[in-house]
């Protein structure tokens, strides 16, 4: 079971780069379906290379055009540019100017056409440019492309983009909008800020609509890539949902033998949200107990299983009485003395399940 959801989510991020690898080719992405079977970086790598090498075919005539744009004054470049030369090369050209002289004309377009512009744009190659933009106009643009339904295109430039554009791009978004936009995100580390300054009822909307249309997988593989206290956000989230909520969840957690990424933010809750999470249907068996322990184990947090275990209510105890950390000498000796101020109530309930 943990093997099948494993190669779920690394099919979903082959499909993640095949999509882009398609937007770069003006492709549908049935049109790559032979590359569904390939590992995600070998995909990830192809695309970069196909985008150097479309990018260098032309790139001394991008070159000129750039030189020609920054010689004549700006009202007359980005008529040309709207006008004559279109979004698609204005963006090869743009990725060829100096950031300042790019800035400068692009306060110029109108927003609908530097939507168009994006489309074809490489984010590594604009990044410079991206980052002096206009708030108001780059969070004008995102709007555009959201309401398009270009998540590929946003996902791709969220890193690029300071926090508060960002928020204010996908403020009213749906909550499948904002899994599609973070799925595509070219670099995931960046979303570990905008979790945490999004409001925690938007975060708790967006898992519980993962949970309405099975995409569970998706948001768990985003989890683990967030840091520690991004995932305690969306953990404690997860913990105001219904039980019904929590439980899918779990089970995708168990599903994907993902306790490893999960722990780490569990162990930031407080202790009601602690209990509501660790006293659901999927964690009363003792199997998933024993998974629970290991990761636990493999991350070196006595202090942090501690905690689960006297979260436990009674008939999760019971569950626990037939789990190998109570049979196991070195176990319970590595979480009495990792318990830190609860080893004394460690003790006595390892003791007592004993």
């Known amino acids: 079971m943990a093997e099948d959801a494993r190669d779920a989510a690394t099919r979903l991020a082959t499909r993640i780069e095949i999509a882009k690898l398609a937007h770069e080719l003006d492709l549908g992405a049935d049109e790559l379906a032979f590359l569904e079977d390939r590992d995600p970086q070998l995909v990830r790598r192809l695309r970069q290379d196909v985008s150097a090498a479309l990018y260098a075919r032309h790139e001394t005539r991008f070159r000129r055009l750039a030189a020609l744009s920054a010689a004549v004054p700006v009202t007359i470049a980005v008529k040309a540019a709207q006008l004559a030369v ?200 003792a199997a998933v107990l024993d998974e629970v322990v290991a990761a636990a184990r493999a991350l070196d947090r006595p202090d942090l299983l501690a905690r689960l275990l006297l979260a436990l209510d009674a008939p999760h105890r019971e569950q626990l009485a037939r789990a190998r950390v109570v049979r196991d000498a070195d176990l319970v000796a590595w979480v009495r003395d990792g318990a830190g101020d609860d080893a004394v109530r460690v003790d006595a309930l390892l003791a007592d399940l004993a």
């Open 86 to 285: 279109g979004p698609v090369v204005s963006a090869r050209i743009a990725a060829s100017m100096p950031p300042d002289e790019a800035v400068r004309m692009a306060g110029r377009f109108s927003p609908d056409f530097l939507a168009d512009l994006t489309l074809s744009l490489d984010p590594t190659r604009v990044e410079a440019i991206i980052r002096e933009l206009d708030h108001d106009l780059v969070t004008k643009v995102g709007r555009l492309l959201l309401a398009r339904g270009e998540h590929l295109v946003l996902g791709r430039f969220v890193s690029l983009v300071d926090t508060a554009p960002a928020l204010a791009v996908v403020d009213g978004a749906s909550p499948g909008d904002l899994l599609q936009v973070a799925l595509y995100a070219e670099d995931r580390s960046a979303l570990s800020v905008l979790v945490l300054a999004l409001p925690v009822e938007v975060v708790a909307a967006t898992i519980d609509d993962s949970h309405a249309t099975g995409t569970q997988t998706d948001a768990l593989t985003l989890l683990t890539s967030l840091d520690d206290p991004a995932r305690t956000r969306v953990i404690a989230a997860l913990a105001t949902l219904p039980a019904d909520r929590q439980d899918g969840f779990l089970r995708a957690v168990v599903a994907m033998a993902a306790w490893p990424e999960v722990l780490p933010g569990v162990g930031g809750l407080d202790d009601e949200a602690l209990g509501v999470l660790a006293n659901g249907p999927t964690t009363a068996d």
